[in-house]
């Protein structure tokens, strides 16, 4: 395996730390995008306020947390208690953030107990925003109050009986030195002391908060909860006039936004060398509640509010950089967003978080010995780099990014055509230079399919254009779906395209076929359930597989007239047609004949789900991903050639070549698989998560991955040849064209790179 990571040398004492300058710096990164929109009117500006950062002296620094005790809270407010350079003077706890007062203030009793320091007072806020209604679902607030299912016993303290602002005032005001502050929730305690008692901010060194989303998408949009809201943070969104307030208020700031924390996620190998370090109360504990809630270890979790701690306590896991930001706190699917602009408040920002050394100082803090995490290659060993040949600026990626997992770039005539952030581009290949971009009212979707002179693409908009593929003009649009989208139904338009047709099922159960040059409607066919997969034109057929009424349907291609059917109680998706056979995945594995419809075979496989099938000679190959195996079926008779236990972190294709077929596992792992045996032949592991499909020519394999490299490997070892740092995560699956890789990140960049020359 390859691991390129840096290590927290055994030589240095950590604690021991060394003093930090906080400088006001030109953010190179985020210089760039520090412009104010014009259209932007409800993003507020601050009055012209000179920020100085003071040297911090952080061999003994000071500091009240503001917590709403969420779990990675309790994770940083551990940290802070047994960190010999921090002293916690106080603790407040936010009523509007995850956490009620009653159990929150027992929850943080029993942290002060656990970690012997009863004396640190405690005290709690109000339980509602200073403006609006905005709250926590209630599903993550239970978890919050209940502790996370760990065990909070009623402790022997003296409680503090003052509000949370007034523990607050009474704190700065009777220190003699400056007090810095760390907020890990909505910043609706900090705002009301800002508000109430404005003569105590001279006595504030800084605030270190964990809050918002500046050049990524938000947090708020999920499942399960009815917000829209793509750009917004939890923490400045239960109260965006609070954070306004805060950020208005002309004390320096430093903010960890999600930017940074997306580069530290919560990872099974940091939960085992948990396992193997636990040699103090914190650290027992701390392992405790990860292996009470192992959901947090399966992905998208995340160190929020403890890195703002690592950094705050001055342990060097960060590079800062300085910009300007302004809150938008009116009510709307923007409320909350934090954004770049030339008159807001100057704001330190980290850029680029090393989360080696980030989850070294966690193990060392809390176990109160050095530890270090994998060792980096020698020094001197150096990785040879990829060679940038032009990069495209299409924006920041702050829509809903993931559903373009499955869609690489595409090139036609030398033009790259690709959907991203609602848009869809079309860049010169050669020189990287915009063409054309289509914006329509809604946003642009990941399928899209061409024929000779048009690319077809559907809208959440509930459209389906047909778009010149030279200039992007709209040759011709229809309606298949109304506009209104939600998360039980998403408003999917998933065409495919043969010679003279375009095909396009809908939410309401019904597959069109529309001339591909007109835009008229050729036939309909109804079904009992919705029909927004993609249909599959071959020859004179067209297979469609409908979610609701689970069945396979294939339909003449010219007439629309149904051919015959194929019922189970099991939805199927995307039907794979090979010599004379249709194979499709529900429950089951079934082989149907193409002219009939009569079933061959089946095989039945293990969990519940479909599976993602690759044909490769006389091997059907399913990735069964949500139940956790790989199999190889002989897909002429059904019978198992291999199977394996296998969980892959994405539910792709596999990708084949040779005897050999390439898959990443839930931990992000790359694996060379036999296509004979379902043996590994060989594994890459990167700085971070390969957690997409990757691409293959005669030589190397290509991947991006979540450390924002992306991966050139030799085919037969998996040896890294070269590699290329971007400023993001790579979602994208690379596009390789004379061995030229293009492909995107979520730093809002069109890559085209070669090899080192």
């Known amino acids: 395996m390859v691991a390129i990571r840096r290590v927290l040398g055994e030589d240095i004492d950590i604690r021991k730390l060394a003093k930090l300058a906080l400088v006001v710096l030109c953010a190179k990164l985020l210089l760039a995008a520090c412009v104010r929109p014009e259209a932007e009117e409800t993003a507020r500006t601050i009055p012209d306020v000179q920020i100085e950062w003071e040297e911090v002296d952080r061999d003994h620094i000071q500091v009240i947390v503001d917590t709403d005790m969420g779990a990675d809270d309790i994770t940083a407010i551990l940290f802070l208690l047994e960190h010999p350079g921090v002293e916690v003077l106080a603790i407040t706890v936010t009523g509007t953030g995850l956490v009620h007062c009653e159990p929150g203030l027992r929850n943080a009793y029993h942290l002060l107990a656990l970690t012997e320091n009863p004396e640190i007072p405690v005290a709690c806020g109000a339980e509602a925003p200073l403006r609006g209604d905005h709250a926590f679902p209630d599903s993550y607030r239970a978890l919050a109050d209940a502790f996370y ?71 708020i949009a999920s499942e399960g909860v009815p917000i829209d809201n793509q750009v917004a943070e939890w923490n400045f969104y239960a109260d965006p006039f609070a954070a306004r307030v805060v950020f208005e ?29 636990q040699e103090s109360p914190a650290a027992v504990f701390t392992y405790e509640l990860l292996e009470e809630n192992n959901y947090m270890l399966n992905g998208g979790w995340y160190f929020w509010d403890t890195l703002a701690a690592v950094i705050f306590s001055g342990e060097d896991v ?62 001197t060993t150096e990785i040879p780099l990829g060679n940038l040949l032009w990069k495209y600026e299409f924006g920041k990626a702050d829509h809903d990014v993931f559903q373009f997992y499955f869609f690489p770039p595409r090139i036609l005539d030398k033009i790259i055509y690709f959907p991203v952030s609602g848009r869809f581009h079309a860049v010169d290949g050669q020189s990287g230079e915009l063409m054309w971009e289509f914006d329509p009212d809604g946003d642009v979707q990941a ?60 939410r309401s159960g019904e597959l069109f076929a529309f001339a591909s040059d007109s835009g008229e409607e050729q036939w309909r066919f109804e079904t009992a359930g919705r029909t927004d997969y993609t249909p599959i034109p071959i020859s004179d ?33 995307f039907p794979k047609i090979y010599a004379e056979k249709v194979y499709v995945s529900g429950a089951k594995i079934y082989a149907l004949d193409l002219v009939t419809g009569e079933e061959l075979w089946h095989f039945g496989i293990e969990g519940i789900g479909f599976g993602n099938m690759l044909l490769y000679e006389d091997v059907l190959l399913i990735n069964n991903s949500s ?17 394996r ?22 931990e992000g792992v790359l694996h060379a698989l036999d296509m004979r045996t379902g043996q590994t032949l060989w594994d890459f592991e990167a700085d971070d998560r390969i957690c997409t499909a990757v691409t293959m020519d005669e030589n190397l394999i290509y991947a991006g991955s979540s450390d924002a490299s992306l991966y050139a490997l030799e085919r037969d070892t998996g040896e890294l040849a070269w590699q290329y740092q971007t400023g993001g995560v790579i979602f994208s699956q690379p596009l390789v064209v004379a061995r030229i890789v293009y492909f995107w990140s979520i730093d809002g960049y069109l890559y085209a790179v070669s090899g080192p020359q």
Not at 472 to 490: C, D, F, L, Y
Request: hydrophobic share 40%.
């Open 645 to 666: 236990e296998f969980l892959s972190c994405v539910p792709f294709e596999p990708q084949a070549t040779g005897n050999m077929f390439l898959l990443a596992n839930e």
């Open 249 to 277: 208020s002309g004390i320096p700031l430093t903010l960890v936004p999600l930017d940074a924390t997306n580069q530290v996620p919560l990872e099974k190998s940091f939960f085992e060398q948990l396992q193997h370090n």
């Open 318 to 379: 960060a590079d800062l950089e300085t910009t300007t930001l302004c809150l938008i706190d009116d009510e709307g699917p923007e409320s909350g967003r934090t954004q770049p602009c030339e008159d807001g408040a100057s704001v330190q920002v980290p850029v680029v978080v090393d989360p080696t050394i980030f989850e070294a100082s966690i193990l060392s803090v809390l176990n109160g010995v050095p530890i270090s995490m994998l060792s980096a290659p020698d020094a």
């Open 627 to 643: 139940g956790g195996f790989l199999y190889a079926l002989d897909r002429d008779t059904g019978q198992e050639v291999w199977s």
């Open 149 to 219: 299912d760990m065990e909070a016993d009623v402790i022997s303290v003296v409680e503090d009986g003052r509000s949370a602002t007034g523990l607050l005032a009474a704190v700065i005001e009777n220190s003699p030195d400056v007090i810095h502050l760390l907020t890990l929730g909505p910043l609706t305690n900090i705002a009301a002391l800002v508000q109430e008692q404005p003569h105590l901010m001279d006595k504030l060194a800084g605030i270190t908060m964990m809050g918002g989303a500046i050049h990524v998408p938000g947090n």
């Open 541 to 573: 057929t067209a297979f469609l597989g409908s979610s609701l009424d689970e069945n396979l349907y294939a339909l003449d291609a010219e007439t629309g007239a149904e051919l015959w059917r194929f019922k189970h109680d099991k939805a199927f998706l």
């Open 447 to 506: 399928h899209w399919t061409v024929n000779q002179d048009a690319i077809f693409i559907g809208s959440t908009d509930g459209y389906l254009y047909a778009l010149d593929r030279l200039t992007g003009e709209v040759k011709w649009r229809v309606q298949i779906n109304e506009a209104e989208e939600t998360h039980e139904s998403p408003n999917w338009i998933m065409p495919n395209a043969a010679v003279d047709s375009v095909f396009v099922g809908s």
